[in-house]
């Protein structure tokens, strides 16, 4: 098997498993309905992409104007998994016309390729298409795209780190799994795009052999990443919890801002504040509303009868803590007793996480590291030895 004929197998290979990837999205039950039709959309502009390795140049040269409009495709791709990562990130996200606007750089390229290429005739679009790499259109094309690229990758990564502190200040449970996850597919298609710009470079050297191997390991790792993605995006389906639009960070300037109820009839000042947290810490330890491994500032909000805003800026700002942490505190004292507790030596570290209200092994081992400098086993080995 020849070159071409090897990355031709391979290009059709990818675009197979990547339909039976979109179709299986399109028809799988989820309540992320919406964040899978997006990416099915990006999988299937990926499929476009990947499938001008199979396009005859017959057909190309036959039509090279709906080649070059293939090209440009491209710009439709970054902005759709960045509105991908947004349906993700926000509960109450929906597609609304302002969305359209990520679609101008797709727009402008095209019109200005109308009167080189849309609008020619055939010895003109042939011509054009033949000389592409040297056309000033062609170089403005490419500038966009990169452009496009480093822009969108800097507003994905500041979307997933705002999501995870307003999540952090929110909920009891941690999203780090999901956000690592999220964070490390976005650096891996970056990184795959940069790996496609050098392959594109190499086309204008004397290194022909070279990318064919280039352009083979190209499509091998892009459809492991996709085909990954998509199998982590169905795993996290029901544990991925996205937070309101309407959340914002507990910022600096409420830090002296005093909560209005908790204890009717108090002043706003020091005392009122210190009283309010005694309050709360009490209600932590008589009440353990930390034992449900759901619980949301919204939820203990309701249980005190205290607005959920007053009580994120008691906790975050007060008590310069963020939510899960606070939470999660209360969860290792308990977990702590537990595991000095001989007469509950049966029980094991997994047994024990779940009964103090974790999900995970992973945020267990991490926050109770955190709190004792100790992972769990080697905190009861020591309290043993103590005994």
Same mark, same amino acid.
């Given at each position: ?41 990006? !999988? ?18 036959i039509q090279p104007?709906?080649?070059i409009f293939r090209w440009?495709? +491209? ?7 960045? *509105?991908? *990562? ?22 402008? =390229? ?14 003109? /679009? ?39 502190? =307003? ?23 970056? =990184? ?21 191997? =280039? ?10 990443? +996709?085909?990954?993605? *998509?199998? /982590? ?34 002043? %706003? ?29 919204? %939820? ?73 400098? !100790? ?13």
């Amino acid at each position: 098997m020849d070159s071409f004929n090897f990355l031709k197998t391979i290009a059709i290979i990818s675009v197979f498993i990547l339909f039976l990837l979109i179709v299986f999205l399109l028809t799988v039950e989820s309540n992320k309905k919406l964040s899978n039709r997006l990416f099915a959309g990006y !999988l299937f502009l990926t499929a476009i992409d990947t499938g001008g390795a199979f396009i005859s140049n017959v057909f190309i040269t036959i039509q090279p104007r709906i080649e070059i409009f293939r090209w440009t495709l +491209i710009l439709l791709n970054i902005p759709l998994f960045y *509105v991908y *990562v947004l349906s993700l990130c926000y509960e109450d996200f929906q597609l609304k016309r302002k969305h359209l606007l990520h679609c101008i750089p797709f727009v402008i =390229i095209n019109l200005i390729l109308v009167f080189r290429i849309y609008s020619s005739n055939d010895f003109e /679009q042939r011509f054009f298409f033949t000389h592409h790499s040297e056309t000033v259109e062609m170089i403005i094309f490419q500038i966009m795209i990169e452009i496009q690229y480093v822009l969108y990758i800097i507003m994905i990564i500041s979307i997933l780190k705002r999501y995870k502190k =307003i999540y952090l200040e929110n909920n009891s449970s941690s999203g780090n799994s999901v956000y690592k996850w999220l964070f490390q597919i976005t650096i891996v298609f970056a =990184i795959v795009h940069y790996f496609a710009t050098f392959k594109n470079i190499l086309r204008y050297t004397d290194y022909h052999q070279f990318l064919i191997f =280039i352009n083979g390991v190209l499509e091998i790792i892009s459809l492991i990443a +996709i085909s990954w993605f *998509v199998l /982590q995006s169905l795993k996290y389906s029901e544990f991925f919890k996205g937070i309101s639009s309407k959340l914002e960070l507990v910022k600096k300037s409420t830090q002296k801002r005093i909560p209005e109820t908790l204890v009717d009839g108090e002043k %706003n000042n020091d005392s009122s504040i210190n009283f309010q947290i005694e309050m709360l810490k009490k209600y932590m330890i008589e009440k353990k509303p930390y034992l449900e491994a759901s619980l949301t500032l919204q %939820n203990l909000a309701s249980e005190i009868n205290m607005p959920a805003r007053e009580l994120s800026i008691l906790i975050n700002s007060n008590m310069n803590m963020r939510f899960f942490d606070f939470v999660n505190q209360y969860r290792i004292e308990n977990a702590t007793e537990l595991l000095q507790n001989h007469s509950k030596s049966d029980l094991t570290a997994l047994e024990i996480l779940y009964k103090v209200g974790f999900n995970s092994k992973s945020s267990f081992n991490t926050a109770f590291k955190k709190h004792t400098s !100790l992972t769990p086993s080697e905190y009861r080995k020591t309290y043993s030895k103590i005994d």
